[in-house]
Nanobody, 123 residues
Framework: AQLVESGGGLVQAGGSLRLSCVVS????????MAWYRQGPGRERDLVAV???????AYEDSVKGRFTISRDDAKSTVYLQMSNLKPEDTAIYYC??????????????????WGQGTQVTVSS
């Protein structure tokens, strides 16, 4: 299995970016998918999860600003990020959801990590 993230970049605070993650070599449509981020000196944390049903959940700090979506025909998961803040600066990764998101716990089997995509938000 392979994950390829793209769409990151440098943006000013208040700006928007759309991240994409193409999944290959494994079944996509029947699995939940997630976006994670790892800021400087921090652990990699869950940011958003989308179930195979399309239901989504978000980390509190991104609610109302980020939207996760999926296209099963393209085996691709997206993260639309709006009203970006400097604290959103991180490397963003996609994978199956594993770990804690608010009061929810996920325990999916992790696919080998991709290279991630860097998001840098300037103030």
């Amino acid at each position: 299995a392979q994950l390829v993230e793209s769409g990151g970049g440098l943006v000013q605070a208040g700006g928007s970016l759309r991240l994409s993650c193409v999944v290959s070599g494994t079944i996509f449509s029947s699995h939940a998918m997630a976006w994670y981020r790892q800021g400087p000196g921090r652990e990699r944390d869950l940011v958003a999860v989308i179930r195979d049903s399309g239901n989504a959940a978000y980390e509190d700090s991104v609610k109302g600003r980020f939207t996760i979506s999926r296209d099963d025909a393209k085996s691709t998961v997206y993260l639309q990020m709006s009203n970006l803040k400097p604290e959103d600066t991180a490397i963003y990764y996609c994978n199956r959801p594993r770990g804690r998101l608010g009061s929810m716990r996920f325990a999916a089997e992790i696919i080998p990590w991709g290279q991630g995509t860097q998001v840098t938000v300037s103030s």
